[in-house]
């Protein structure tokens, strides 16, 4: 059974930080591109940031140079740190994984960026 498992969101002040993670099972992780994804209220889920299994990685524009993707095949883990959070970045942020034709999603962690 995969299970994409995220954690570290929660409540930050604008200007703050998070690092979120999503540890991976049941799948062979290192051949997975991963990615981020968020969904804010009313609005369509969007990729935040990406990294394929050879570490290349991207980023949509409104979070370049403020995030970071990366990820350690050791723990199948995929990370996201965040630096200067925004409001307009308050949303559920899920993980993703991709190889082929399979998709695999996590159930999403919370992030609010409010003072």
């Known amino acids: 059974q995969v299970q994409l498992v995220e954690s570290g969101g929660g409540l930050v002040q604008p200007g703050g930080s998070l690092r979120l993670s999503c540890a991976a099972s049941?799948?062979?992780?290192?051949?997975?591109?991963m990615g981020w994804y968020r969904q804010a209220p009313g609005k369509q889920r969007e990729l935040v940031a990406a990294i394929t299994r050879g570490d290349s990685t991207n980023y949509t524009d409104s979070v370049k140079g403020r995030f970071t993707i990366s990820r350690d095949n050791a723990k199948n883990t995929v990370y996201l740190q965040m630096a200067s959070l925004k409001p307009e970045d308050t949303a559920v942020y899920y993980c993703n994984a991709k190889f082929s034709g399979s998709i695999y999603w996590g159930q999403g962690t919370q992030v609010t960026v409010s003072s």
């Open positions: 049941g799948i062979k992780f290192s051949i997975y591109a």
